[in-house]
């Protein structure tokens, strides 16, 4: 009986370890990165309207006047009818190559083309119209797009594009784990995220998640990159005119107008600007934290901070701050609370939205500071951003874009859903 085991055993072992040599299969998913040229004038000629299409790389969100702006990363803008938030309805898509972020006063769409500033007029959202452009503002990886540059000598831009590609390969056992097959390709696990100016009545502006970069307050347009805060005159809405451009230091992420202040998200802190002068704007302060990323909302006198790790934000701490900044001179931590890997956030006191990237949504009731309260969690999504409007949630992820009714902020409920279509 002994020797028939111990035969069994053997033969076992062989067929494991012979029979692995040819069978082994591996699936990774991975970015690949594929460089892209073009003239300047390939970019500025590039600008179109398309018939609407699927989302494919969603990135930034905008809502003005019952129509939603989904930005295409790197590729333009899409353009829904959301007056319904049950059934939101494809418009069109606006290709603008090198897009990444977005803005809306009255009827003009301001937007970022790699290196340049365009304006749209959106009065007939089906057919925008480019109406004017200023050339050459940004510096090289302006926005979240990544690391292009311009060749002043051959006028040429370079940038990369990146898709995400999953794909079966077969390996012998002992590679396993070491598959070098593609050497531009960069490995993740599956865990890890990713005329205005003369019209009779007031100025309206649309609503920006806490990922922008861009901000309107008074006749300016506010445009932040990786060191500076661009300004721009637009009393005149189609013919966006270059102001002072300020500089931050480097690290700088987010924007978020409030009231007469600006609230800069970085990667080392959140700066706080004086904006009663809009065409000059003047540091008051400066919350400091370790190195990590930071979007930042505000309500009344309290700013919520999520603090975030990752390849690019570096740091190991994944939190939400309270800050109280009613001396604007002199924020103070009032408490932090443990996430799991925060990214956008909204505020509609008391409820309080916070995107956890792969770990899904929750909701919070934030009507005490220091004791803010989880009321629900989804998860099952990957939350990047949303904006709280009427109680209605818009949340953006690398699935698509979901709409929520929060009327009952414990229990949302989904109204609708835009999915990603992606041909990788």
Same mark, same amino acid.
């Given at each position: 009986m002994k020797s028939t085991c111990l035969l069994l055993l053997i033969m076992s072992l062989t067929f494991i370890f012979t029979g692995c040599t040819d069978k082994c299969e591996e699936t990774r998913t991975f970015k690949r990165f594929t460089p892209v040229t073009l003239t300047l004038q390939q970019v500025r000629e590039g600008v179109r309207v398309e018939e609407a299409r699927e989302l494919q790389n969603p990135g930034k969100i905008y809502t003005k006047d019952g129509y939603l702006f989904i930005n295409e990363i790197k590729e333009g803008i899409h353009l829904f009818d959301n007056k319904n938030p049950s059934s939101p309805t494809p418009v069109a898509f606006l290709r603008i190559p090198g897009n990444g972020d977005m803005a809306v006063r009255n009827n003009i769409l301001y937007a970022d083309s790699y290196m340049d500033l365009v304006a749209f007029d959106i009065s007939d959202p089906v057919h925008p119209r480019e109406v004017g452009r200023v050339q050459s503002i940004f510096p090289r990886g302006q926005f979240d797009g990544g690391s292009w540059v311009v060749n002043p000598q051959t006028v040429m831009l370079s940038d990369q594009r990146v898709d995400y590609v999953t794909e079966t390969v077969k390996t012998d056992c002992e590679t396993a784990g070491q598959w070098s097959g593609c050497p531009n390709c960069v490995f993740f696990d599956a865990n890890v995220s990713f005329n205005a100016a003369s019209a009779p009545t007031p *100025?309206?502006?649309?609503?920006?998640?806490?990922?922008?970069?861009?901000?309107?307050?008074? *006749?300016?347009?506010?445009?932040?990159?990786?060191?500076?805060? +661009?300004?721009?005159?637009?009393?005149?809405?189609?013919?966006?005119?270059?102001?002072?451009?300020?500089?931050?230091?480097?690290?700088?992420?987010?924007?978020?107008?409030? &009231?007469?202040?600006? /609230?800069?998200?970085? +990667?080392?802190?959140?700066?706080?600007?004086?904006?009663?002068?809009?065409?000059?704007?003047?540091?008051?302060?400066?919350? +400091?934290?370790?190195?990590?990323?930071?979007?930042?909302?505000?309500?009344? *006198?309290?700013? %919520?901070?999520?603090?975030?790790?990752?390849?690019?934000?570096?740091?190991?701490?994944? +939190?939400?701050?309270?800050?109280?900044?009613?001396?604007?001179?002199?924020?103070?931590?009032? &408490?932090? %609370?443990?996430?799991?890997?925060?990214?956008?956030?909204?505020?509609? /006191?008391? *409820?309080?939205?916070?995107?956890?990237?792969?770990?899904?949504?929750?909701?919070f009731n934030a009507s005490s500071a220091l004791d803010i309260k989880q009321l629900e969690h989804l998860k099952g999504m990957n939350a990047y951003d949303v904006i709280a409007l009427n109680k209605t949630l818009l949340m953006v992820g690398r699935d698509g874009l979901y709409q929520f009714d929060y009327s009952n902020p414990a229990q949302l409920r989904q109204l609708s859903k835009i999915p990603v279509n992606r041909p990788y």
């Open positions: *100025n309206t502006n649309g609503m920006a998640g806490s990922m922008a970069r861009f901000a309107l307050y008074d *006749n300016f347009l506010y445009t932040v990159s990786q060191s500076d805060m +661009q300004l721009f005159d637009i009393r005149n809405a189609a013919n966006p005119v270059p102001r002072s451009r300020i500089s931050m230091g480097w690290g700088i992420e987010t924007i978020f107008p409030y &009231k007469d202040k600006l /609230f800069i998200g970085s +990667q080392t802190g959140m700066h706080i600007y004086d904006n009663a002068n809009p065409e000059s704007p003047v540091q008051l302060s400066t919350f +400091q934290h370790a190195r990590v990323c930071d979007p930042v909302v505000v309500h009344d *006198n309290i700013a %919520y901070v999520t603090l975030r790790n990752g390849t690019q934000c570096g740091g190991f701490i994944n +939190q939400l701050d309270v800050i109280d900044v009613s001396s604007l001179t002199n924020p103070r931590l009032l &408490k932090s %609370y443990p996430m799991e890997n925060p990214h956008g956030l909204g505020v509609d /006191f008391p *409820n309080l939205f916070i995107c956890e990237g792969t770990h899904g949504l929750k909701t």
